[in-house]
């Protein structure tokens, strides 16, 4: 079998091109890898052949990539390789190919479109000749109904009036084969849409394409693609819900919601013309069974899903009539309230899951349905089944305080999952639950298909210290650092998640494995995905053990300052008294007032010089925060936090790595001790301070992020969203166009300096558009919290004369969704709560019942539920019909 390769592609100097090329079996199994390297006589056309035997070989795929001396630039699109399907009538190609970046209109190439929205079915393309011209083009645009044809100046392609159909064979790619024997030496064409009768609906925009035809030998085939065309058709946009599991609510409910219920969700999704539901992470969270497991972005494991999200609805029922009937009051009564009993739930849906493994398990794990489940998942299953055994036998989900197995061992794993051991049992149970989920979820996810709807699942960015992940490859986390995010609109102290931060030189070892797997089985569930802080990739905000909150983080990685840099911004370095908790009676009195001897008394001892230090016992946040554990009170509170604020009182942070190189503090600006420097002081840190944060590290943290994003978000062909929210530096949007992802664009929190509110019609359209996020108030709690910030809304977005309402109407409600639905943005995902704001008679009566976290509270309990059921939303006629009008007239349905 013979290849010749041509491509048109400008190369920069001292740069080649290479393919990469995977000789394929039947099975589509690569059975064996070569290079083929290129030439070029004017680094623009380049050409090159390869020769290999045809006896097993069906086919290659391959992609073209660039080089130079220090090795791999850039290479084409990972997702869609060129590929050749070999016919028995042919032993000879030759390829004129494009080169095939990562699509501007990627939404369309993503398993959301071609699984959900735009399905065609693949064809096969008709029998080859003696010699033939197969010509290939993509067009991801067509819709049911319609079908890429072609149309020229010969008789084989039609004489201009009659249409060649061709074939859908590849991820938007259409072909067709032409018997070349019977062409002339050159022929003019165009590619048409033709609908499902072969009438010609559109032509192709531009100017007539010219072929000029080889001379080709028997049993050999040309293969040109040829560029895409151009029609005029609209983008594809479309509108959804965001809201997570645990907040669904039916009649069959068990006092939160679960698979089942969002299998219902589906239903009134497709009824009101929505394409879209976002969900919140759904992963296993159980380290205490309290409700402070009700933090989703908290998982154990990245794989298991949360037994509280089983729909019991969906198993047998018990045998025992007398516990069934005591299942179903529970549930009823659970179902009832406004929030959700988390505690209660966990233990009811638990105990029955125990009660039915022991009843129906031992056929269930019989099945061939789980024999094939647990083969293709038990590297990770495994684990996970002992790890919850062993934390159910220790009480505690932390490791390192078990008195066996505190140190992972697969061989040990292995006999507590063995079937003759003691301890299969219980682990089989977890094996058991997690089956279930998986087909619950997988039904949910089918159904949503059927209907054309995207399941959009959430991606966290960190995960537990204490999972089954930080317990199995403890290598590839740094266990003595948490990870959070610096200052924001949600937390003036930055945030501390508590999640270890990765080990990113450990991961890239072996091309970020643990991501990829992380990545493919998500896509086994959902045909979209959010990036939970996408700044992760790029740099993590890494805080010290000993902090509680984020202000004495620094990012990792960084180019932290030297001495002599610092100085050279004409700011004088004094160690002692800039990286020092700066403590005076002036700042004593501007925190504590009156309570300020009270404080020097218990808390501190006296310096020279006027100044203070914290006692040893009080001298970190972990060691404040464990002196007042237990303490509710004001009083206490308030003095404990004061305590916070002396400890992070400093204007650089030694480097964690490197302690003579240092960080600016974020946010030092506010604090005391920043105040006690001269004007030109203050003038020197403040331009240090926004050349660190804002301008040092652009294409450092693009490099970081360029290593890693390519290979993980061309893993599947999920779209890939980005929560690109917060302290934002450059380089996030360079590699987000890059890659087209999907960046979060909010109204209330617009990327563009100095404005308060966001213009909708400048939202890119590789974008998610909504009014509010799970951390953020929704739309009418923070038109009621800001009365002054609701009334320049309503003056200069809203363009409205006088004073505006003092809570959101559902008529200013409807305007504001209405906004965001007419917006450029290819996805439009509004919140149940904004949804439902539109309608007074269905609404909350109280917005402060409608939100779901508050990231300043590490703490907090993530418990909100609709109000209503589904069945009753399903009935909401005036309120569907406004919706459904909506998507419509905003082209989105």
């Known amino acids: 079998m013979k290849i010749h390769f041509n491509i048109d592609y400008h190369t920069n100097w001292g740069e080649y091109l290479l393919i990469h090329l995977d000789i394929l079996d039947r099975e589509d199994n690569v059975l064996v890898t070569r290079q083929c390297p290129l030439e070029t006589f004017d680094g623009k056309m380049w050409e090159g052949e390869i020769t290999f035997p045809h006896e097993d070989a069906t086919g290659v795929k391959y992609k073209y990539a660039v080089y130079n001396e220090e ?36 939404p369309l190439y993503s398993s959301a479109f071609t699984e959900c929205i735009g399905k065609h079915t693949l064809d096969k393309l008709e029998k080859t000749h003696a010699s033939t011209l197969q010509l290939r083009v993509v067009e991801p645009r067509l819709r049911e109904g319609q079908r890429l044809a072609i149309c020229g100046s010969i008789p084989q392609l039609g004489a201009w009036g009659r249409p060649i159909r061709m074939a859908h064979t590849g991820l938007q790619e259409w072909a067709v084969n032409i018997d070349a024997s019977l062409l002339y030496h050159s022929a003019e064409y165009k590619y048409v849409i033709v609908d499902d009768r072969n009438n010609i609906t559109q032509w192709e925009e531009g100017m007539n394409r010219k072929i000029r035809l080889p001379k080709m030998a028997d049993k050999q085939m040309w293969i040109k693609t040829d560029k895409r065309p151009t029609f005029d058709l609209p983008k594809w946009k479309t509108a959804g819900i965001v809201i997570p599991v645990f907040s669904l609510r039916t009649n069959n409910s068990a006092g939160i919601g679960d698979f089942g219920d969002l299998k219902t969700l589906v239903a009134w999704a497709s009824k009101v013309k929505m394409h879209v539901i976002q969900i919140l992470p759904i992963n296993d969270t159980t380290a205490t069974g309290k409700w402070t497991d009700s933090y989703p972005y908290n998982a154990i494991s990245i794989y298991a899903f949360h037994p509280i999200y089983c729909n019991l609805n969906a198993l047998p029922r018990l045998k025992s009539k007398v516990k069934m009937e005591e299942f179903l009051i529970k549930q009823q009564n659970l179902n009832q309230l406004a929030e959700t009993d988390y505690e209660a739930v966990f233990k009811l849906k638990m105990d029955y899951l125990r009660l039915i493994f022991a009843q129906e398990g031992t056929e269930v794990l019989k099945s061939t349905g789980f024999t094939e489940y647990f083969n293709a998942n038990r ?4 684990p996970y089944a002992a790890f919850c055994h062993l934390r159910n036998t220790y009480g505690t989900a932390d490791f390192t305080k078990w008195e066996k197995h505190s140190t992972y061992v697969k061989e040990d794993v292995e006999a507590l999952c063995d079937k003759d051991s003691d301890t299969y049992l219980d682990c089989a149970l977890h094996f058991y639950i997690q089956y279930q989920l998986h087909t619950q979820l997988t039904e949910a996810r089918n159904e949503a298909r059927r209907h054309g709807i995207i399941i959009k699942g959430d991606i966290p960015i960190g995960i537990s210290r204490t999972s089954v992940e930080a317990w199995t490859e403890p290598k590839l986390f740094n266990l003595d650092s948490q990870a959070g995010a610096p200052p924001d609109a949600f937390s003036a102290d930055g945030q501390n998640w508590g999640f270890p931060t990765y080990n990113w030189e450990e991961m890239k070892k072996d091309g970020y494995q643990w991501w990829q797997c992380r990545f493919k089985k998500m896509a086994e569930y959902f045909d ?22 984020g202000l004495l983080g620094q990012f990792a990685p960084s180019l932290p300052l030297s001495i002599n840099e610092i100085e050279n911004y004409g700011l004088k370095f004094r160690k002692d008294l800039m990286t020092k908790p700066y403590i005076t009676d002036d700042s004593l009195e501007q925190i504590f007032g009156y309570r300020k001897d009270i404080i020097k008394a218990i808390y501190l001892y006296a310096k020279a010089e006027g100044r203070y230090d914290l006692k040893v016992q009080y001298n970190t946040q972990r060691k404040i925060e464990a002196a007042f554990n237990g303490k509710t009170d004001e009083e206490s509170i308030l003095i404990r936090d004061g305590l916070y604020r002396l400890v992070s009182s400093v204007l650089f942070i030694p480097d964690r790595h490197y302690p003579e190189l240092y960080h600016p503090r974020i946010s030092a600006q506010t604090d005391y001790v920043y ?12 331009r240090l301070y926004n050349d660190y944060y804002y301008k040092r590290h652009n294409n450092f943290w693009y490099d970081e992020a360029m290593q890693k994003l390519p290979i993980l978000t061309q893993a599947t062909r999920m779209l890939v969203c980005a929560e690109d929210l917060g302290m934002i530096p450059s380089c996030v949007a360079w590699v987000m166009e890059r890659l087209k992802i999907l960046s979060l664009e909010i109204q209330a929190m617009p990327k563009k300096e100095g404005c308060e509110f966001g213009n909708l019609q400048d939202n890119p359209y590789r974008s998610v558009a909504t009014i509010s996020t799970h951390d953020m108030s929704p739309l009418r709690l923070w038109w009621k919290e800001d009365y002054k910030r609701a009334q320049r809304f309503y003056n200069t977005i809203l363009q409205k004369d006088g004073n505006a309402p003092k809570e959101a109407p559902d008529w200013l409600c409807e305007e504001i969704v209405s906004r965001h639905l007419f917006s450029p943005s290819c996805l439009c995902v509004l919140s149940f709560q904004d949804w439902l704001s539109m309608d007074e008679r269905l609404r909350l009566a109280d917005p402060e019942k409608e939100r779901i976290n508050i990231p300043a509270n590490p703490h907090h309990y993530w418990r909100y539920r609709m109000h209503l059921t589904i069945e009753r939303l399903m009935e909401a006629k005036d309120l569907n019909n406004k919706i459904t009008a909506l998507i419509e007239n905003s082209g989105r349905a």
């Open 71 to 106: 090795g791999l630039v850039w290479t084409e699109w990972e997702v869609a390789p060129h590929k050749i399907t070999f016919d028995a009538d042919t032993d000879s190609y030759v390829v004129n190919d494009y080169w095939c970046p990562i699509p501007d209109d990627l």
């Open 379 to 382: 590297e990770w299953l495994m």
């Open 528 to 549: 979209a995905y959010r990036i939970d802080h996408i700044l992760g990739f790029f740099r993590i905000w890494e805080i010290p053990l000993h902090s509680v909150h």
């Open 675 to 686: 105040q006690t420097l001269a004007k030109h002081e203050q003038d020197a840190f403040n």
